[in-house]
């Protein structure tokens, strides 16, 4: 009993010494990031994030003291909107707009940023810290701040790379010459896990390969994939289920500018996929698109229009519903999306329509999209999901699908509809 006294006189002291300690970190006075304080007329600023490689905020408010970092835009002196899109060489190339709010409205500027295919995360947020701290001078300047601001200028014959890291050639993402790759960007990769226990097995290979060229004139992208999942349980009859789906393919798109905001183009691909009942298929479409804003302005807004038409083949596993074998058949394809990045949010929205030309009751229609938006103060909630109308499942099997198959999904099963959902909120 004295033991279980002690004990519990030595636990209500340990509490009471924790909740001091916590009352006293909260007491404390906070050095927050960009907070001056001989300067309260600092710029506030609200950093909004909408490509990758700059979600690290911690580090941009290290690099740019001189301003105010706030969390909301409505009471932010300058909102920064950043977004990107893959450049010619494989790196991104981002676009940050400088948008004025308050005292600032209408002072507005935008500036570019471009990496390098092989740039590490550390290259592409210190490049890109220096573009923000650049652009924020044109505010900062009006505030206390501007008395200790610096002009530096890097050597480009070998002076020191953005924020004193040294390196030839200027900054990161700046032009070292002739691209010897002339512009084409080649990735592989190859993965691979597996679980299990007494009476079950899995296991999962995947692979993908692609190569890429863009530039303003002509973009091609081709790329490879494979993948073979296994799956094994023992019954309680003793006896084991194993299923194996497989699926491999290459695909090849050529698009060609005729103009600012139209282009022609070509879509190909070859493969198989024991999911929907296909030992090979092909097919090659030509098509054409429009796109109602230039492609300078891709990486804030697109609409774009797009038509292919063209034909299809496949050579079916078993012999299918329609009790086809193998069969050439051709298709169009139509397709519209929106694509918006504004200061409110995010939006994107795609519908495409699928129809085989030899009976043109079979079809597909599928409408996407999702997005995120600020609603108002420190609020903003997301969406995102799928609807498809199905009307043109030609490999269906004819033969079916067993119990394991359905239970493991090896096999798609008829079906009219399709959907998925997902959403959010944040405060």
Same mark, same amino acid.
């Given at each position: 009993?004295y033991?279980?006294r002690?004990?519990?006189?030595?636990?209500?002291?340990v509490?009471?010494l %924790?909740?001091?300690f916590?009352?006293?970190?909260?007491a404390? *006075?906070?050095?927050? $990031? @960009?907070? =001056?304080?001989?300067?309260?007329?600092?710029?506030?600023?609200?950093?909004?994030?909408?490509a990758?490689?700059?979600?690290?905020?911690?580090?941009?408010?290290?690099?740019?003291p001189?301003?105010?970092?706030?969390?909301?835009?409505?009471?932010a002196?300058?909102?920064?909107l950043?977004?990107?899109?893959?450049?010619?060489?494989g790196?991104?190339l981002?676009?940050l707009?400088?948008?004025?709010?308050g005292?600032?409205?209408?002072?507005?500027?935008?500036?570019?940023y471009?990496?390098?295919?092989?740039?590490?995360?550390?290259?592409?947020?210190?490049?890109?810290?220096?573009r923000?701290?650049?652009?924020?001078?044109?505010?900062?300047?009006?505030?206390s701040?501007a008395?200790?601001?610096?002009?530096?200028?890097d050597?480009?014959?070998?002076? %020191?790379?953005?924020g004193?890291?040294?390196?030839?050639?200027? *900054?990161?993402?700046? $032009? @070292?010459? =002739?691209?010897p790759?002339?512009?084409w960007?080649f990735r592989?990769s190859a993965n691979?896990?597996m679980?299990?226990?007494?009476?079950?097995?899995f296991?999962?290979m995947?692979?993908?390969?692609?190569?890429?060229?863009?530039?303003?004139?002509?973009k091609?992208?081709?790329g490879?994939?494979f993948?073979?999942n296994?799956q094994?349980?023992?019954?309680?009859?003793?006896?084991?289920?194993?299923e194996?789906?497989?699926?491999?393919?290459?695909?090849?798109?050529?698009?060609?500018s005729?103009g600012?905001?139209?282009?022609?183009g070509?879509?190909?691909?070859?493969?198989?996929?024991?999911?929907?009942?296909q030992?090979?298929?092909?097919s090659?479409?030509?098509?054409?698109?429009?796109?109602?804003?230039?492609?300078?302005e891709?990486?804030?807004r697109?609409?774009?229009?797009q038509?292919?038409?063209?034909?299809?083949?496949?050579?079916?596993?078993e012999?299918?519903?329609?009790?086809?074998q193998?069969?050439t058949?051709?298709q169009?394809?139509?397709?519209?999306e929106?694509s918006l990045?504004?200061?409110?949010?995010?939006?994107?929205?795609s519908?495409?329509?699928q129809?085989?030309?030899?009976d043109?009751?079979?079809y597909?229609?599928?409408?996407?999209?999702?997005?995120?938006?600020r609603?108002?103060?420190?609020?903003?909630v997301?969406?995102?999901?799928?609807?498809?109308?199905?009307r043109?499942?030609?490999?269906?099997?004819a033969a079916?699908?067993?119990?394991e198959?359905?239970?493991?999904?090896?096999?798609?099963?008829?079906?009219?509809?399709?959907?998925?959902?997902?959403?959010?909120?944040?405060?």
């Amino acid at each position: 009993m004295y033991i279980i006294r002690v004990r519990g006189w030595l636990m209500a002291r340990v509490a009471w010494l %924790a909740g001091i300690f916590v009352l006293a970190i909260l007491a404390a *006075p906070v050095d927050v $990031a @960009g907070q =001056d304080p001989e300067g309260a007329d600092l710029v506030n600023l609200f950093f909004d994030c909408q490509a990758p490689g700059c979600h690290d905020l911690d580090f941009f408010r290290r690099e740019a003291p001189f301003v105010n970092w706030v969390r909301d835009r409505e009471v932010a002196d300058v909102h920064v909107l950043v977004t990107s899109q893959t450049n010619g060489g494989g790196g991104r190339l981002y676009t940050l707009a400088f948008i004025g709010l308050g005292d600032f409205e209408g002072t507005d500027q935008e500036l570019s940023y471009s990496t390098a295919g092989d740039a590490t995360t550390d290259e592409q947020r210190g490049g890109l810290a220096e573009r923000v701290k650049l652009g924020l001078v044109a505010y900062a300047q009006t505030t206390s701040a501007a008395d200790r601001l610096r002009v530096v200028f890097d050597d480009p014959q070998g002076g %020191a790379r953005p924020g004193g890291r040294p390196g030839p050639g200027g *900054p990161p993402g700046a $032009a @070292g010459g =002739d691209d010897p790759w002339d512009f084409w960007v080649f990735r592989i990769s190859a993965n691979g896990f597996m679980n299990g226990q007494a009476t079950s097995r899995f296991s999962n290979m995947f692979s993908n390969v692609s190569a890429n060229r863009t530039t303003e004139a002509l973009k091609i992208n081709i790329g490879g994939r494979f993948s073979r999942n296994v799956q094994s349980f023992d019954l309680s009859d003793g006896s084991t289920v194993e299923e194996i789906r497989r699926d491999w393919g290459t695909d090849l798109s050529l698009v060609r500018s005729v103009g600012a905001q139209w282009a022609l183009g070509l879509r190909g691909d070859i493969g198989s996929s024991t999911f929907v009942n296909q030992d090979l298929r092909w097919s090659l479409k030509p098509g054409i698109e429009y796109n109602f804003f230039p492609y300078s302005e891709s990486s804030r807004r697109s609409l774009t229009l797009q038509y292919l038409v063209g034909l299809n083949y496949f050579e079916y596993t078993e012999r299918t519903i329609f009790n086809e074998q193998f069969e050439t058949v051709p298709q169009q394809v139509a397709a519209a999306e929106l694509s918006l990045v504004e200061p409110w949010g995010r939006w994107s929205t795609s519908v495409t329509a699928q129809q085989y030309l030899h009976d043109t009751s079979k079809y597909n229609v599928s409408i996407s999209g999702n997005f995120n938006i600020r609603l108002f103060q420190g609020f903003s909630v997301r969406m995102g999901g799928n609807y498809a109308w199905i009307r043109d499942q030609l490999y269906i099997s004819a033969a079916g699908a067993t119990d394991e198959q359905i239970l493991l999904r090896q096999r798609q099963l008829g079906t009219s509809y399709r959907y998925f959902m997902n959403f959010g909120i944040e405060y």
